[in-house]
């Protein structure tokens, strides 16, 4: 980038955004600015949209995709990094850097793009169109404290306050995209209406293998077993670790500042034990208990 539009990005950057609410969703303001572009975005027929909660795997499930795509060419896979192969619609950077919406029009197709909408801030030419989606889930402890050292380290967010703070924050949906329960449950309430595979985190971190071939089979392509176990060791977390074009490390640290929280930060199942309190831990799952009772969704809390 041009010297002069990276000191302007870093100025831009110096105090953490405000955050306004779309319909009881609160969202970075830079996000409602530009709504209606988002909201008028011509999604293409042969369109994938990866769509999560934040912190559920997006960034592991976009480069699996890819590497499915490119059928296991780990140079392809290595042309950009992450946010450019695939353009996040609702993200909106200081001008004069384009906006998530301008990126992905200028992106010839077919395109893989990216949002952490929940399902009805979905700009509706998707469903006009009948793109398939891949919706990654994550179980809400892990999300939570995964979110709550992302939240520190990446300057486009609030600060998250303490753990004690954050914790009541995130119960109560007052982060960014709002309630984890609300986004986890509409998704799975619409997943059999349009053609959308529902993962789980658990399940790809318990057998990659299997799980990536159900990716590999909804977009329609066929694998071989060596460009299979291709995916499974490029895609693991040691190996995305030191992927310069998969863990953001490309991005300066006035944006991500990976000395507070690596992006790649522990990527395991249960961490959410060395920082949960006995006492947070019951008030949680009482309060999970009511606002999940009602839906058939079941998370692994640990494998
Ligand atoms: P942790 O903070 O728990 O380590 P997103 O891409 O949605 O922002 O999610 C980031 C989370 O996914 C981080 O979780 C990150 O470490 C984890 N992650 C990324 N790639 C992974 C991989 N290959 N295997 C397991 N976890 C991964």
């Known amino acids: 980038m041009d010297p002069k539009m990276l000191e302007s990005l870093r100025l831009s950057m110096q105090n953490r955004p405000e955050y306004v609410e779309l319909d009881g969703i609160p969202l970075p303001k830079s996000t409602c600015d530009i709504w209606d572009r988002i909201l008028s975005f011509q999604a293409r027929p042969d369109d994938l949209l990866i769509c999560t909660y934040p912190k559920a795997g997006t960034t592991w499930v976009h480069e699996i995709v890819d590497m499915i795509q490119q059928n296991?060419?780990?140079?392809?896979?290595?042309?950009?990094?992450?946010?450019?192969?695939?353009?996040?619609?609702?993200?909106?950077?200081?001008?004069?850097?384009?906006?998530?919406?301008?990126?992905?029009?200028?992106?010839?197709?077919?395109?893989?793009?990216?949002?952490?909408?929940?399902?009805?801030?979905?700009?509706?030419?998707?469903?006009?169109?009948?793109?398939?989606?891949?919706?990654?889930?994550?179980?809400?402890?892990?999300?939570?404290?995964?979110?709550?050292?992302f939240q520190k380290m990446n300057k486009g967010l609030k600060e998250p306050g303490t753990w004690s703070e954050y914790f009541d924050a995130f119960q109560s949906g007052k982060v960014a995209w709002g309630s984890w329960y609300d986004h986890v449950k509409g998704w799975w309430e619409r997943k059999d209406r349009q053609q959308i595979l529902y993962l789980f985190y658990e399940d790809i971190k318990e057998d990659p293998r299997r799980e990536i071939k159900k990716m590999a089979q909804f977009i329609k392509k066929d694998l071989a077993e060596e460009v299979l176990e291709k995916i499974v060791q490029q895609t693991s977390f040691q190996a995305m670790k030191v992927n310069p074009m998969a863990n953001y490390s490309t991005l300066p640290s006035f944006i991500f500042d990976q000395s507070v929280s690596p992006f790649m930060r522990k990527g395991s199942v249960g961490d959410w034990k060395n920082h949960f309190t006995v006492a947070q831990n019951e008030r949680f799952d009482e309060d999970y208990e009511q606002k999940m009772s009602g839906t058939s969704i079941r998370f692994r809390f640990e494998l």
Not at 95 to 116: D, F, I, N, Q, W
């Open 72 to 149: 296991g060419d780990v140079d392809k896979c290595k042309r950009a990094p992450t946010y450019v192969r695939n353009p996040f619609i609702e993200i909106a950077p200081p001008k004069p850097l384009p906006s998530g919406v301008e990126e992905a029009e200028a992106m010839p197709s077919p395109r893989t793009l990216k949002s952490h909408f929940p399902v009805q801030l979905i700009p509706s030419s998707f469903w006009e169109q009948n793109c398939k989606v891949i919706y990654v889930a994550r179980n809400a402890k892990d999300v939570m404290v995964s979110y709550y050292y």
